[in-house]
């Protein structure tokens, strides 16, 4: 079934999975698998956004759709910055939960007394930095790994948990040999939209690249679901799950035998010049505000690799640091509105000289005089092969 671009597939159920164009309402039409996962179609233009957000394949050499398109419009979600006022910050670059709300279980059209914790506006503008900033050199082994694997019908199957508009797809599929089969799940029929549209077509040996759809949530994922699959992935995701989650992704990919390329967790340190006395304090009360509610947190990494190391697999890190100078001066301008807004929440004491902090941060940055390096960690995960020694 084809949707003008990529191969969107029928499910083996027998449910079509997201597909644009019209349907009955904004509301859109439900059913659900054995699993109890949602398997929705929802009118986009009825929901007030442009389809056309110049999302479209990444290829070998590094281009994405953040690099080409245009600014993003301003979406639900403020956040106390400078001069004391409420700025918009677009949802996902900085805190729009309330206390106790978990950002994984957040959905899209949950109304507007709850706002989404990741708008495709802020996914669109930081996907050219995620794609600069992923390891290249977790491809090679991840490579050997699948080159091992045997044939299927269909091609390998990758599963890209809370895949957002679906930029690690677009990312991944085209550096990978052979014909592919994705999975996207998250919580967002939105966003599904998104990244089943803007998948790409084809894998860098020119091997047919398809795609499906499953609204669910990727905490409760368990090695079932996860049989015949050559690949878990998933890009900022790690540092908003809890320990018990992390640990039950670990039994599931270990489980199944499944390799897990899991990108861009936040590492706890940022660099920003020319330095500030504040810096420090802000980023100190940042991370605390990562950890609260028992989410990991700038400590993801760690717990994931401990936990995919506890259960025989081989854990590989790399540093995936975005570095953003005047060219992605709209993204910087995003993030230091988050990353400041998340300290001053976390200690609102700092709110008086956080605001005179950030003025000065978002003049240098307008005047392309600011330079900041946000550290994430890339982790893969290869579990023992079938028949392999413990």
Not at 96 to 101: D, S
Not at 105 to 127: K, T
Not at 279 to 303: C, K, M, S, W, Y
Not at 319 to 328: Q, Y
Request: with cysteine; proline share 7%.
């Amino acid at each position: 079934m084809s949707d003008g671009g990529a191969e969107v597939a029928v499910r083996s159920d027998g449910l079509i999975p997201v597909q644009p164009g019209p349907v009955e309402g904004a509301s859109g039409r439900k059913s659900a698998n054995a699993r109890g996962e949602e398997v929705r179609a929802v009118d986009i233009v009825d929901m007030g956004m442009d389809m056309n957000m110049g999302v479209g394949t990444g290829g070998p050499g590094g281009e994405s759709a953040g690099e080409r398109s245009a600014p993003p419009r301003p979406a639900a979600g403020t956040a106390a910055v400078a001069d004391g006022a409420a700025t918009p910050v677009i949802a996902g670059a900085g805190p729009v939960t309330g206390p106790g709300e978990r950002a994984t279980v957040r959905l899209r059209d949950g109304g507007p007394e709850q706002p989404p914790r990741y708008a495709p506006e802020w996914l669109q503008l930081r996907e050219g930095a995620d794609a600069a900033a992923r390891a290249r050199e977790l491809l090679a082994p991840l490579r050997s790994r699948l080159s091992g694997l045997p044939g299927r019908t269909g091609g390998r199957v990758v599963h890209d948990l809370g895949c957002g508009t679906g930029s690690m797809g677009r990312w991944l599929a085209p550096r990978l040999d052979g014909a592919q089969h994705w999975v996207l799940h998250d919580r967002d029929p939105y966003l599904l939209h998104f990244a089943a549209v803007a998948s790409p077509r084809s894998a860098a040996d020119g091997g047919r690249v398809t795609v499906e759809t499953r609204r669910g949530d990727v905490s409760r994922l368990t090695a079932d679901v996860l049989t015949g699959a050559s690949l878990v992935t998933a890009s900022a995701l790690l540092d908003v799950l809890t320990r018990e989650e992390t640990e039950a992704l670990a039994d599931a990919c270990v489980g199944a035998g499944c390799p897990a390329l899991l990108t861009l967790s936040v590492a706890g340190r940022v660099d920003v010049g020319p330095g500030d006395p504040l810096d420090d304090e802000i980023a100190e009360a940042f991370n605390a505000h990562q950890r609260r509610d028992g989410l990991l947190g700038p400590d993801a990494v760690t717990v994931a690799g401990e936990a995919f190391s506890e259960r025989g697999a081989t854990v590989l890190l790399r540093p995936s640091p975005w570095r953003l100078g005047p060219e992605e001066a709209a993204l910087t301008e995003q993030w230091l509105r988050g990353w400041v807004g998340a300290a001053v929440e976390q200690r609102p004491e700092l709110r008086g000289p956080a605001e005179r902090y950030l003025s000065a941060r978002l003049a240098a940055c307008a005047a392309g005089t600011l330079q900041v390096v946000v550290h994430h960690t890339d982790l893969l995960a290869l579990p023992r092969e079938t028949g392999e020694a413990t």
